[in-house]
């Protein structure tokens, strides 16, 4: 299910270790055009969020959710200065806000596509079973009103590999097929130590399958202009 506890303490070091660039990630979200208000599924430790709303600030309504709460944690503690801003512990297959948003995206989070050369894409997701995806993705929909969009964030192939970051610690990832996905263990390491360990469970879908997922919950996809550098776009019908 995406429970991301036993890496939260060790999250921002790897991930600000060059893993994502939450710059390029946000100046490509507000590039895709304006929102008043705008909610990110999986906000983990609120990195998007502050770099949002530290060069946005004046925007009216920022929402985060997050199933794990170690996460949430230190998103709160980070995001407190922002009044603008709140977070919620919700699972995505099940949240409801009582609110309508002009913008909704996942970056890394519960939902995301890979891109791979020439390959066809594929959405990849944090949700194993497929009644979750589609519990998941209707929910999302109820929170984006029409007109509306929702961004979902492009990475590159995941591969094993493992490589030295900050404190010297060494950063190692390793994938290994499962039914209708993969299995994908992460690893913090000091020297003989293993400070983090930590196994998700993905589903994916071929992109036909992914398109009509969210089409059948009235996201459009463009294909013409629909792939930006980092996310996937669809609009509300
Ligand atoms: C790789 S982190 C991405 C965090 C953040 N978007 C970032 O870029 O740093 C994935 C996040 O998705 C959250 N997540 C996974 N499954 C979820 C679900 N079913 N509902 C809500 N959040 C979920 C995890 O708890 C985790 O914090």
Not at 224 to 228: A, F, K, L, N, Y
């Given at each position: 299910m995406g429970d991301y506890t036993n890496m939260s303490a060790y999250y921002d070091l790897i991930m600000t270790s060059?893993?994502?660039d939450y710059q390029k990630i946000v100046d490509n979200i507000v590039h895709h055009g304006e929102f008043d208000n705008v909610l990110e599924l999986?906000?983990?430790?609120g990195l998007i969020l502050q770099e949002l709303v530290t060069r946005h600030?004046?925007?009216p309504k920022v929402t985060g959710i997050d199933l794990t709460s170690a996460m949430l944690n230190i998103a709160s503690e980070r995001l407190n200065p922002y009044p603008n801003v709140s977070l919620q512990r919700q699972n995505v297959t099940q949240f409801d806000l009582q609110s309508t948003y002009d913008l909704a995206f996942s970056y890394g989070g519960v939902w995301y596509f890979v891109v791979d050369g020439d390959n066809e894409p594929f959405m990849v997701s944090h949700l194993s079973a497929h009644e979750d995806n589609c519990r998941g993705i209707e929910r999302v929909a109820g929170h984006v009103h029409s007109g509306g969009r929702l961004l979902l964030g492009i990475q590159g192939p995941h591969h094993d590999y493992q490589r030295p970051i900050k404190n010297g610690y060494v950063y190692s990832q390793k994938i290994e097929p499962a039914d209708h996905g993969f299995t994908k263990h992460y690893y913090l390491t000091d020297h003989d130590e293993t400070l983090m360990a930590q196994t998700i469970r993905y589903r994916v879908y071929p992109l036909d399958e992914a398109l009509a997922l969210l089409a059948d919950n009235g996201f459009q996809f463009d294909r013409?202009?629909?792939?930006?550098s980092h996310f996937f776009e669809f609009h509300k019908t």
């Open positions: 060059g893993y994502y999986g906000c983990g430790t600030p004046a925007i013409q202009t629909g792939i930006g």
